[in-house]
Every structure is written in C-alpha cells, then in structure tokens.
C-alpha cells in the first residue's frame, strides 16, 4: 500500500525502538512472554505514531499502560480472553443472522422487520464496540469514525509488521557475510 | 482557521486528481459509483476519473480534459500527503488490487468523490479543529515524537467532520466564495446535481438549533447558504418535517450514513452488501482479522526474535528512515551504536530496496520479491515468499473466511515457513507446539514438557 508512507515509518521505528528497549531480544523469557511483549510494543507503536487525535489511540495506549501495570503480577494473558470472546460473539452474530435470513418476510412482518433489524444493528454496533479499544464511551456517529481510522491504521500495523519481518528473515545472511 | 474546514473541499481536488490513471479506472469507478457523500453543490469536488461512459454520477465528463491541463499547475499545498492519501484509497478498494502496475502510479482518480475532496485540509490544521489536544498519554517503550499524522484521508475526512462540528459559525461565510487554489477546477467540477436538495451536506450544518424558521424553507431552492453566524442551518428536504428534532434526527442519520459509506468502501467486499447490519457485520469480521494478523505477525517476530541484534538493526533503520523523511528525532542521536557501519551501505540498499518493495508493490506479488531474493542469490525465501504471498493474498482478499479458517490458514503457512526458513530444529518444534498451545491454551503444559 502506497498510503501513508510516513505513518509506516513512524510505526516501524517505534516498533524497533521498543522492541529494542524492552529487551525482546534477551533469551530469559519465554516464548509466550516474548509475543505478548511484541504484540505489546506493536500496538504501543501504533497508538504513538498514530498520535493523540483519535480516540482509540488513547484508549489503546491507556490500555497498554494498564497492562503493564498487570503483568508485573503473574496475570493470566487477559488478551488471550479477549479474542475468544470476541469470537464466540462474532459467532453468535452470524449463526443467529443465518437462522434470521431464513425467515420469510410479508407485509404483516414488515414492522416486526424493522424492529428485527435495529436490534441486529445494535447488537453489532455492541460487537464493534468490544472491539476498538475506547469504544464504550462512543456514541453510534464517533463509533464508526474511529472504527474506520482504526481499520486503517492496523491495516498500516499489519504491512509495517510484515516488512519488518521479512527484512529480518531475508538479509541475514547477506549482513553477516559482510561483517 | 475558520475557512480551514472549507479548505479541504476546494484545495485537493487538482493535486490528487491530475495524476489519475486509466490503470485505475476500475477503481475509481468503484469510489465513483458508490453513493456519494451530499456535499454541497456548490463546494468543487475532485474531477471524476477519466471513464465517463462509465461512471453513472452525473459528474460532469468535461472534468477529466481540465484535468489535463491541470496537471501543471498543480502545487498542491499537501503535495505528498494528496498522493499518499489518494493511493490509500485506490489501494484499499478492492478493485485496486487488480491493476497491480498502478501501485505507483498515483491515485487520485480514485478520488473521483467526496473524500478525495476532504483530503486537502491538511492534516495538522485538522488535527487542530479536531478534538482537544490531550497531553499524550506515556506509552512506555515509545519516546519518538511521530510528529507527522498520518495522511489518511478517512481520517481527514472525518476530520471534516468533526471540524465542522467543532466551529460552526465561520464556516457558512467561506462556503459561497470556493477558495482559490483551483479555480478553472472549481468550476469543472461542480457537482451539477438538482436533486441533491440537501444543501449543507456534510459541510457542517447541525440542524439543531433555535433557528427552525429558517430551516423550514421548502426544498425547492438551489443552495441558499444562510450566513447567520452562530446557527447552523439545515435545508430540509421536500415533503420531510420541519421541526427541530426529526431535523437532528436527520442530520445524524445522514452522518451515520456517511461513515457507513466510507467504511463500506474501506472494507473489501462490502459494496455488494446492502443493509447496515450486515454491513457492520463484515467491518466487524474486517477489523478482527486484522487484528488477528497483528497477533499472528507479532508471534512470528517473536519467533524470530532470538537471532536478531535489535541494537544494530534500528540504528540503520533509523538511518535510513531518517535520511529517506528527513526526520530529524532525536532517537536518532542517541542511536549512535552502530554496529554495522561499514556494511552499512549495503545493508541500507537492501532494506531499502525491501521498504520500497513493499510499500509500492503488493503482497500478491510474490514474482517481484522472487526476484529480489534471487538477486542476492538466497535459496528459500522464494519459497517462502511465494507461499506466503499467496496465501496472504489470498486471506487478505477474501472476506468470507471464518476465524478457524484463518488461524488454520496461518497456522499451515508458518509451518511451511518454519520449514523452509532457518530455525533450528528445536525451534521450530518448540514455536509449533507454542502455536497449537495457543489455540488449545495448553502452553503452560508444553513449556513443562519442555
């Protein structure tokens, strides 16, 4: 993606530079402590090159702080919970949006549609919600706006991590030899 | 900073529209034939992309031949951010995808619509309107400054939005009298749509103030901009209620219908769907893939990890971060340690040609970095560049995958990688037992197995 060039750049640099300071590279942890120290400093990268403008920006960071805080305490990887109920709802969603489509609709129904229809939305707008970080406070409008720069943004993540990792992969061998 | 907000409709326009393309015509289409955004008639949008047999909007045609001789005299004020903004958008329809040689080649077309013709605010100023200047919240590893937000023309639109918001009053004084950067474009781009009553737009007009006499006057007339500061007017519609709440009501509908359609042109595969639910529903599916790459990548650098001196690596990727963008942080000084300072040259040429590799390519395009590997002569990473290519091209594009089927499908491709990649034996045994620990949350049994 050729977008925001700059953005991916701030987020590899502070991806690097917090890799590098909280010492990822030592060999002392373990290798479930080392992603979760990654995925850490990823998002932390994200919220900082992102900026303080959106919302979810400073949610994630406030997070991310809170975070720290707990797992100084041998705390059970809460983001691990996190995913699974995520996508027990996402499943929820989708099974009870299959059994609903099959349902035919008449006129009579017309009105119980509409009602049908807006608890649908509610109950995703509830799912989209849990998902970007800051989201309760949101009304429905600011909810969809910060879900968008939100998407862009890990969208930015996402290619910035790849690069990194290939450039990690690849020229090794190249970098060695010429030392 | 009052006429800011207005800026954003005028200014871009030129800038990230000269440079459209044939190449992305599918995509500009795409942008084109989705429902626009109400902005204002008045208010210049980006010339539609050169199609006009094809666009259905009634934009008018002659745009594209303004946009010729447009080409020259385009300073836009936001030169690179225009661009970059505008090949965000072409890159993230999912039609961009199919015209792979105009991954560099810019943009704009795509614009053809209402958010390209946002993207000119600039982004500080936008930042500025927008919600009020927090003191940045510590996170703890990240001491760089990032001074520069990120030109996202979502974001800017949303901006827009907000901005509108933040200052209402100004903002109707400025509207009538486009601002000048592009005044022949203004005037080619004027969005000849009668039926469009809705006059304010998004512009920024809340219909929620005292003023409801005013805001009663029948649809019927072109735009009359009422210049009273501190109201915000709102045309109402022919044959809708006039009082002051169905009018809110109203405007925050037509606002939430708007991110709607800006999601819906994010999120690949979403056009075709109608409804909103199920459109949340694929956003949602979207954002939790994403994120799930995020995780699944950063397990990966994880793996890696271990063999990767983090201290040499980011000072030259610092170097040449800052040589390419000019910053200027003082990360940078304090990142004096260079490990590597002689290869540093070759080094920096490899990663660079990796950076530009992958910011102007795609990921579908595994011969580009097939070739790039054999360059350097490495035997794998075709392999693996390849595999992973595919398969990333290939989930990335498809919307419909469950959760399992993307965890299976990352799963199998790390395993291929693992493989083929040079992680010792050991490690590589260890990292898929920690893989499937973490589906089955049995890691803590594996690490005492180990």
């Known amino acids: ?179 | 900073m009052a006429a800011t907000p207005f800026a954003f409709f005028t200014s871009p326009s030129s800038p990230s529209l000269t440079q459209a393309e044939p190449a992305s015509a599918h995509a500009a289409l795409d942008l084109a034939s989705a429902p626009r955004l109400p902005i204002r008639n008045r208010h210049c949008l980006p010339p539609p992309p050169p199609h006009p047999s094809l666009r259905p909007n009634p934009q008018t045609p002659p745009a594209p031949a303004s946009a010729a001789p447009m080409r020259h005299p385009s300073s836009p004020p936001p030169p690179q951010e225009l661009p970059a903004a505008g090949a965000e958008i072409q890159a993230l329809t999912p039609s961009s995808s199919a015209g792979p040689s105009s991954s560099t080649t810019p943009i704009g077309g795509g614009g053809g619509g209402s958010f390209t013709a946002l993207l000119g605010l600039p982004t500080s100023q936008a930042m500025e309107l927008l919600l009020p200047r927090l003191a940045p919240p510590a996170p703890a590893p990240a001491p760089a400054p990032a001074p520069t937000f990120p030109s996202d023309p979502h974001l800017v639109d949303r901006a827009a939005r907000f901005s509108t918001f933040a200052s209402p009053s100004p903002v109707s004084p400025s509207s009538p009298s486009p601002t000048p950067p592009p005044p022949p474009a203004a005037n080619a781009k004027r969005k000849a749509d009668p039926g469009d009553r809705t006059s304010k737009g998004k512009a920024a007009k809340k219909g929620k103030t005292a003023a409801g006499a005013d805001e009663s006057k029948p649809a019927g007339g072109g735009d009359g901009e009422d210049e009273k500061p501190a109201y915000v007017h709102v045309r109402a519609r022919r044959g809708q209620a006039t009082d002051s709440h169905s009018l809110a009501e109203r405007a925050r509908r037509e606002k939430i219908n708007a991110r709607m359609e800006l999601l819906k042109e994010l999120v690949p595969g979403c056009s075709k769907v109608s409804g909103t639910a199920l459109v949340l529903d694929e956003i949602i599916n979207h954002v939790q893939s994403l994120q799930r790459q995020v995780e699944y990548l950063s397990m990966r650098l994880a793996a890696v990890n271990p063999r990767v001196d983090f201290g040499g690596l980011d000072s030259f990727l610092t170097t040449e971060c800052g040589r390419l963008a000019g910053l200027n942080c003082k990360n940078g000084i304090d990142l004096e340690q260079v490990t590597w300072p002689e290869m540093g040259v070759h080094g920096a040429r490899h990663l660079m040609q990796l950076q530009q590799q992958f910011w102007h390519g795609d990921l579908a395009h595994p011969h580009q970095v097939a070739s790039q590997w054999e360059k350097r002569g490495d035997g794998h990473p075709p392999v693996f560049s390849n595999s992973s290519s595919s398969l990333f091209g290939y989930d990335l594009t498809s919307s419909g995958k469950t959760c399992m089927q993307t965890y299976i499908l990352y799963l199998t491709e790390f395993i291929c990688l693992s493989f083929t990649s040079s992680i010792s034996g050991l490690d590589h045994v260890f990292l898929s037992f920690a893989l499937s620990g973490v589906f089955s949350k049995c890691t803590d049994n594996v690490k005492r197995v180990l």
């Open chain 1, 1 to 179: 993606m050729q977008g925001s060039k700059q953005f991916k750049r701030a987020i590899l640099k502070n991806l690097v530079l917090g890799l590098r300071k909280r010492g990822v590279a030592s060999r002392d942890m373990s290798f479930h402590e080392r992603k979760s120290a990654v995925r850490h400093a990823a998002d932390a990268a994200l919220a900082a090159a992102r900026g303080t403008a959106p919302c979810w920006s400073r949610s994630l960071a406030a997070e991310l702080s809170r975070g720290q805080d707990a797992q100084l305490r041998p705390a059970t990887s809460a983001s691990e919970e996190y995913t699974p109920r995520k996508m027990t709802m996402c499943k929820r969603i989708s099974r009870r949006r299959r059994s609903i489509r099959a349902r035919p609709k008449s006129k009579a129904t017309a009105k119980a549609a509409d009602v049908l229809a807006r608890v649908m939305v509610r109950r995703r707008t509830r799912a989209l919600r849990d998902i970007v970080p800051g989201g309760r406070g949101m009304d429905e409008c600011t909810l969809l706006g910060e879900t968008l720069d939100y998407a862009v943004s890990l969208k930015a993540q996402v290619d910035t991590m790849q690069l990194l990792l290939r450039a990690l992969q690849a020229p090794k061998n190249p970098m060695l030899m010429q030392q």
